[in-house]
């Protein structure tokens, strides 16, 4: 139902302004709708509006649009400005098993432990997310209207990106394992197909004591899952012949293989209910930070700002830049 909703109110022609598929091309490769990289972080930062409290509603809910359509911009800056890939994951196992306890929970401490251009190289994802929500915290204070939901769009975008799994391990698209395109399938695929049958309302946002913590704490369970998600999708390859596994879909006007509804449920089931469950996760803790910083500001009137909106210029795509393609 409310993703019903959320397709049937947002504005697809002023997405679709900003969309490029230039994989549409390849055909013989499994090819899903964008969904968490794209509206599916629409939805992400949609969906956590609705667990603000009343005294952020008339900011948030009056600019639902803006929240929205502008959470897809940390992407689109991936292929524009350098230094804004890698705060979109980390590749927890480049450190070892240990690394969780190894690496400094701040930034200035892990710039005096290790390089700083090794750890933007395997992404600083956690670190970044705390940058922003402490920039946001700022924007409240100052009541910048337009730093305000520009920096809430932005920490939605990477507080979702840590909670995929996949988003936190080298072999981030199996191309270490034999089972490129995994990237897309799992947070594509899956919820293309099955988040109609989701529940996405998560409660009431609540304060995080600790939000350094909070997001390591959110790395570390998503990291968790990084077995599961490869070793399911290569099990049930062994057992779902070629033909069975992916079929072919046409989209803009375009014949493209895609993974079939068969292979994507039964990969859904035997993860019960991984990705739903990630979904939610991501949407309470945007919320959460969002709450969290509004309060640690002095809980500053909002419904009063009335500045116009600067909207954010579109980055030209650089490119002589480096970036993961998942």
């Not at 919320?287 to 910083?293: I, P, Q, R, S, V």
Request: glycine content about 4%; overall charge neutral; aromatic content about 14%.
């Amino acid at each position: 139902m409310l993703l019903t909703l959320f397709i049937h109110e947002f504005n697809v022609d002023s997405l679709m302004n900003f969309l490029i598929f230039p994989f549409l091309i390849f055909l013989f490769f499994p090819i899903p709708i964008p969904f968490w990289g794209f509206y599916g972080h629409a939805l992400l930062n949609r969906q956590a509006v609705f667990s603000l409290p009343p005294e952020m509603l008339p900011l948030y809910k009056r600019e639902l649009r803006f929240i929205s359509e502008n959470a897809v911009n940390p992407d689109r800056r991936r292929y524009a400005v350098k230094g804004e890939a890698e705060k979109h994951y980390i590749d927890l196992d480049h450190y070892g098993d240990s690394a969780l306890y190894k690496l400094p929970k701040y930034w200035a401490e892990a710039i005096e432990k290790f390089p700083e251009d090794s750890l933007r190289a395997h992404g600083i994802g956690p670190w970044s997310a705390y940058l922003t929500f402490f920039s946001l915290t700022k924007a409240f204070a100052a009541k910048d209207k337009t730093a305000i939901l520009r920096l809430s769009a932005d920490l939605g975008h990477y507080l979702g990106d840590l909670n995929v799994p996949l988003h936190t391990t080298k072999n981030y698209n199996g191309q270490l394992t034999g089972q490129a395109g995994i990237h897309g399938f799992w947070e594509s695929r899956v919820p293309e197909l099955l988040s109609k049958n989701y529940s996405f309302w998560v409660g009431k946002a609540t304060y995080v004591p600790d939000p350094q913590q909070a997001l390591w704490e959110t790395v570390a369970r998503a990291h968790s899952q990084v077995d599961s998600v490869l070793r399911i999708e290569k099990i049930l390859s062994l057992q779902f012949p070629t033909d069975q596994k992916y079929s072919y879909e046409e989209r803009n006007g375009v014949t493209v293989r895609v993974y079939s509804r068969e292979f994507t449920t039964a990969y859904a089931q035997a993860l019960d209910g991984q990705v739903e469950r990630q979904m939610k996760r991501s949407i309470k803790m945007i919320a959460d930070f969002w709450y969290t910083a509004w309060v640690n500001a002095g809980q500053p009137e909002l419904k009063d700002l009335a500045q116009p909106l600067v909207k954010e210029k579109t980055p030209k795509p650089d490119p002589t830049l480096k970036v993961r393609e998942h």
